[in-house]
């Protein structure tokens, strides 16, 4: 029998459903989780809730807050490094000037191209392209997630760095100068936030399996390349565009995360 590639991507979806559906079952159906259903009754209710997968309520989002946590801690650790440590400024120091011993003309020309991308004009203008789409569309739940992402950005990276004062990488490596503090990398808060929430309303319109995987993977190979030009260029340390990844990320969890809940109870109230 021959299977398409849709089908197959159905099938691995079925199966890792009924895995996890398989899993929460044998957990409820245990002597000690038994009796604290009887006892009680609603909170074992909601907590089962959680792992449901036939909502987006259910296990996605719990699944999106326990990476969302994570997400946070892993920042907290590494600004606290930059404060405080004395080994990952080396690490960035010695990563910077490895790079630099590196650099060639054609390459530098080219990053600083990529890297204009994540430039604040650059953002506006795409930024407005999108939400001109959305209004079209009358999309407010996605135009109001989008520009919920792009504002906590904006205002996290802005007091991130004026809390943090890092200064930048010296002048000498600098392949142009550059105001404003360090740490986290803005361009690369930017770039996993922007386009991350671009690659997601896309994704959520295609249906076959090969154009989602190329949309994810040019939106992932594009938000690398920015993040790399920042370090390349001499313009950031590798540690402030991990931290922008990181709060790029949380930001974009946010995003999905309110445009999924809106839409599963906007479609709840359909079907009621």
Not at 94 to 118: C, E, N, P
């Given at each position: ?141 996605a135009l109001f997630a989008f520009w919920i ?5 904006g205002l996290s990276v802005k007091f991130g ?65 920015i993040c790399f030009s920042r370090i390349y ?40």
């Amino acid at each position: 029998m021959c299977v398409y590639p849709h089908q197959q991507y159905t099938m691995k979806k079925i199966i890792l459903i009924d895995k996890v559906r398989s899993a929460t079952n044998w957990v409820l159906h245990q002597p000690v989780v038994v009796r604290l259903r009887q006892r009680f009754p609603r909170l074992t209710s909601f907590m089962a809730a959680r792992f449901d997968t036939n909502y987006f309520v259910g296990l996605p989002l719990t699944l999106m807050v326990l990476a969302g946590a994570v997400n946070i801690m892993l920042l907290s650790n590494l600004t606290e490094s930059v404060v405080e440590s004395e080994w990952i400024v080396t690490v960035d120091k010695q990563f910077t000037t490895m790079l630099y011993s590196m650099r060639s003309d054609w390459l530098s020309q080219a990053l600083y191209l990529i890297t204009l991308l994540g430039n604040q004009e650059a953002v506006f203008i795409i930024g407005a392209v999108v939400s001109l789409v959305l209004l079209v569309k009358k999309n407010w739940v996605a135009l109001f997630a989008f520009w919920i992402t792009l504002a906590g950005v904006g205002l996290s990276v802005k007091f991130g760095k004026t809390i943090i004062s890092r200064n930048r990488p010296m002048a000498d490596v600098a392949y142009y100068v550059v105001e404003h503090f360090s740490f986290p990398s803005g361009h690369a808060t930017t770039a996993i936030a922007l386009f991350g929430m671009i690659a997601y309303l896309l994704h959520r319109r295609l249906r076959v399996p090969w154009q989602r995987r190329l949309l994810v993977t040019l939106a992932l190979l594009l938000i690398l390349l920015i993040c790399f030009s920042r370090i390349y260029l001499g313009v950031h340390y590798l540690s402030d565009v991990l931290a922008g990844l990181l709060l790029g990320l949380l930001w974009l969890l946010v995003g999905i995360s309110f445009m999924e809940v809106m839409q599963y109870r906007k479609k709840k109230l359909n079907n009621s």
